[in-house]
């Protein structure tokens, strides 16, 4: 397939917010595709292989622009300037590129082929005059590359792709290309064992799309993390199981899924990234502690202070991640405990399909406790008072709060799946709003007095997955230290555009513009109705959407969560009625 091809559909795809429209024009990609449907999904995906195999294609903005000078003749300061200007080099190159006369004879014609295995040499170029090999590769591609090639050549190798295509949207998209609108849950359940969607639309299309049932769990690959709802009191919580549940430590760090094959030892994050490098003493302390061959495992990955004994604050585990270096020197500083609370698989046994409380022997009786590895702390709770002191003792232990699993039989693990199996409940409920919500950043308005230059509050949104939108909910300008507010701009650039992203529903008009990437954890007095945010408008009142009050940054960065991750809006609008229940039965 030419490359042109694919750039022409993501043109397309870049001019309409309708999802439908989305999965039509992918759809009819796919079945064109053929042998080039792997390398076609990567670049439509703006990547070159899937995030757990942790390949990334690691080319600077500056490297893009110094190519793109080359080519037009321009000074790089030049280009910048108009960067700063349009914050897209993508459509820059395509205006500079697009009267300049190519030699057809000198010219040789992209292919999907070509483009991805040159952006995959791009991705591998390591050590001395990496950058100019990259340079140079760019170059190749650039020279030969139509101008609405360029637009997309640049932003994918800057990641910077702009169309707003989620994984979902992909999805839906390979159900449609290979068999049905309703066999969109049997890819989905395929890309929840095995998230690689290149892969996924490769089978589908060589195999028909119900090969995709028989996908089985493969160690090394990442499963998609089970996930939990919410209720606001252990009363409610306890009704919804029955009168009977385990209780169990909820610990306040990063969502950790350990594979073992062997001497082999891989941390996947809750994003599906790779983040083995950056904890070597887990990965020392599971080749000792995990008495299995084959092990599929979930737990958090918590800072702690090994002489006290104590759990320390989330944050600290950020230092940790995507350092290269001084790491020996930042295990020592913060250590790291892991906390395994499931087992997905032992010594090649696919435990899912197990309910809970089979599934925690296994893993009690696979794990040899150690300083570093330990079994989160549960119990089994039938009444109130039991939960509540249990509660209690995990928040004075540094936790932020409990998590509810169902014991009955039906509590099976189901990878990306939130259902009432799983039910998180933390001190946070004990305020108005129930609970903390993680927001999206979309937009932001310039700062006034001391924060002017800055960003003086940012524009938060929900997410509808049923729509793939993102709703806002709240105005965020309180909770940010001096240095975090200073920082928020550097933060914030590689997501900045000039126009609002097509994929973000609101009334307001910001003074920036972000793709919606970034999440913070937000804390809020209470949710209201508001006649100016989008989020779940008209769902209780026709003409109002609901707006969290008095909202507040915790200090929080939730790096480990996708923009599509984020609180949506049907926990929003949960939230929103339970916290009314609450306030009728305060005032009967």
């Not at 609108?181 to 996924?200: R, W």
């Not at 001084?326 to 913060?334: A, F, G, N, R, V």
């Not at 990437?517 to 408008?537: D, F, M, N, Q, Y």
Request: charged content about 30%.
């Amino acid at each position: 397939m030419r490359f042109l091809e694919l750039a022409e559909i993501l043109d397309k795809i870049e001019s309409t917010t309708k999802r439908l429209e989305m999965v039509e024009l992918i759809s009819s990609l796919l079945r064109r595709a053929e042998d080039d449907i792997r390398e076609t999904v990567f670049l439509l995906q703006g990547k070159v292989a899937p995030d757990y195999e942790g390949i990334e294609l690691g080319i600077a903005e500056k490297i893009a622009i110094r190519a793109l000078a080359s080519l037009s003749g321009l000074k790089e300061a030049t280009i910048e300037t108009e960067l700063v200007k349009k914050g897209d080099l993508g459509k820059i190159g395509e205006e500079l590129l697009r009267n300049k006369k190519q030699v057809s004879l000198l010219s040789e014609e992209l292919t999907v082929k070509k483009v991805y295995g040159s952006l995959l040499k791009i991705s591998k170029a390591s050590g001395g005059g990496s950058q100019t090999r990259k340079l140079q590769i760019l170059l190749d591609l650039l020279q030969n590359a139509d101008p609405v090639e360029v637009r997309y050549l640049l932003r994918i190798v800057t990641g910077k792709m702009r169309i707003g295509v989620a994984d979902m949207t992909i999805v839906d998209s390979i159900a449609v290309a290979f068999g049905t609108k309703d066999k969109s849950d049997l890819v989905e359940g395929a890309y929840n064992i095995m998230p690689n969607l290149p892969e996924l639309a490769y089978r589908a299309m060589s195999g028909g799309i119900d090969s995709l049932a028989s996908l089985k769990v493969t160690p090394g690959i990442p499963i998609r993390s089970m996930l939990a709802e919410r209720l606001p009191s252990l009363s409610e919580i306890l009704e919804k199981m029955d009168g009977r549940f385990a209780i169990e430590y909820k610990y306040d760090g990063l969502r950790t899924q350990v594979h073992k094959i062997g001497d082999k030892v891989e941390l996947f994050s809750r994003r599906l990234e790779n983040v083995t490098s950056q904890f070597p003493d887990i990965v020392e302390e599971i080749g000792k502690s995990v008495k299995a061959q084959i092990a599929i495992l979930d737990g958090e990955a918590v800072p702690f202070n090994l002489d006290t004994n104590e759990m320390l604050p989330f944050q600290e585990i950020s230092r940790r991640r995507g350092r290269k270096y001084d790491l020996k020197e930042t295990i020592q500083k913060i250590p790291v405990v892991l906390f395994l609370f499931d087992a997905m698989m032992i010594n090649g046994t696919n435990l899912m399909d197990v309910p809970y409380a089979q599934r925690r022997l296994k893993l009690t009786n696979t794990i040899e406790e150690s300083q570093n590895i330990k079994i989160a702390k549960s119990r089994v709770v039938s009444d109130i008072e039991s939960a509540d002191r249990f509660f209690n003792e995990a928040l004075e232990a540094g936790c932020e709060g409990i998590m509810a699993k169902s014991i009955e039989d039906k509590s099976v693990y189901k990878p990306g799946a939130r259902e009432f199996l799983w039910i998180k409940y933390k001190r946070e409920y004990q305020l108005e709003m129930e609970d903390t919500v993680d927001l999206v950043v979309v937009g932001a308005f310039g700062g006034q007095g001391k924060r002017s230059g800055g960003y003086g509050a940012l524009l938060m949104a929900v997410y509808s997955r049923e729509e793939d939108k993102f709703r806002t909910v709240c105005k965020l300008g309180s909770g940010f230290s001096d240095e975090q507010l200073d920082n928020l701009p550097r933060m914030l650039k590689p997501y900045s555009l000039k126009s609002r992203d097509h994929r973000v529903e609101s009334t307001i008009d910001a003074d920036f513009w972000f793709t919606p990437s970034l999440v913070l954890e937000v804390k809020g007095a209470e949710i209201t109705l508001s006649p100016t945010h989008t989020c779940c408008r008209d769902v209780v009142k026709k003409g109002a959407g609901l707006a969290i009050r008095f909202p507040r940054f915790t200090g929080k960065w939730r790096t480990d969560k996708k923009a599509d991750e984020a609180t949506n809006e049907q926990e929003i609008i949960e939230m929103y009625h339970s916290q009314r229940k609450k306030v009728l039965a305060d005032n009967a």
